[in-house]
């Protein structure tokens, strides 16, 4: 039910953390895979290491935010692998955690840029080529921030556009789903990843408010953060005929960890 022989897989984002680990795992399951991140010095690794294990990769550079680029990417991935099946969209930014009233509108545009603008184009290029095959998956990868937890101090930002990540996955599971395009959001807790060295946090004592977790605030783990393994198992899963009657669905990876904030 999870092999992937045949398919093709766009994964954005791809260079570290959770996105390599999608990659890797999608890779591992047959499918070709196209890895796309910014620094082509990190995706040309993941693809390297995808063809190490037997797999077949492309690596691509693009910025998510950037209407020509993200075309040319994907009409490249459809010139070289002929078709389009799979889309992975994690990349994405913290960005910058601080004050309503000190959060700069260029700090805020760039996250709103990166994470909901990136999250459009990747999906809007794709579509045509996804209904050319015959339907496909898109797995967007958002956050349990802005979906079911609000205390993340300063996160505004960051919040507003993993809840509209969310919100954009609803409305397309309808609005796609008799081209056969399943679209479903996966939504992170605490994992470990690189994805802190993008964080700038400012003014958190004015936007923290206190809360006493009971010790080890993730309860199937106590307390210890996910795996990017935990989250790419579950991209298996939604890339896959195995998720074949599951759309528009939030899938929160967190070890309950939201359900105590």
Request: hydrophobic content about 40%.
């Amino acid at each position: 039910m999870t092999d992937l022989t045949g398919k093709v897989a766009l994964v954005t984002g791809a260079g570290s953390g959770i996105g390599k680990a999608a990659a890797l795992t999608l890779g591992k399951a047959g499918a070709n895979v196209v890895v796309m991140s910014r620094t082509a010095s990190e995706v040309d690794q993941t693809a390297s290491e995808i063809r190490s294990a037997g797999g077949e990769s492309l690596a691509l550079s693009a910025d998510t935010s950037d209407d020509a680029a993200m075309g040319e990417l994907i009409n490249r991935t459809v010139s070289h692998y002929g078709r389009l099946d799979i889309v992975v969209v994690n990349a994405g930014i913290n960005g910058v955690w601080a004050p309503i009233e000190s959060l700069k509108p260029e700090e805020w545009d760039k996250t709103i840029a990166v994470n909901l603008r990136g999250t459009y184009l990747t999906i809007h290029h794709a579509v045509p080529h996804l209904v050319r095959a015959g339907g496909g998956s898109i797995i967007v990868v958002s956050s349990i921030n802005g979906t079911r937890t609000f205390t993340t101090p300063g996160a505004s930002a960051y919040s507003v556009t993993k809840a509209g990540q969310l919100a954009l996955v609803q409305q397309l599971a309808l609005e796609l789903g008799d081209r056969k395009i399943r679209i479903n959001a996966l939504c992170p807790g605490a994992i470990e990843s690189e994805i802190s060295d993008n964080t700038e946090q400012r003014g958190k004592e004015l936007t923290e408010v206190p809360v006493e977790f009971p010790d080890g605030d993730i309860p199937l783990t106590d307390g210890a953060k996910g795996k990017a393994q935990d989250v790419a198992d579950a991209v298996l899963f939604l890339a896959s005929n195995a998720s074949r009657h599951i759309t528009g669905t939030p899938i929160w990876i967190d070890g309950g960890q939201s359900l105590l904030r």
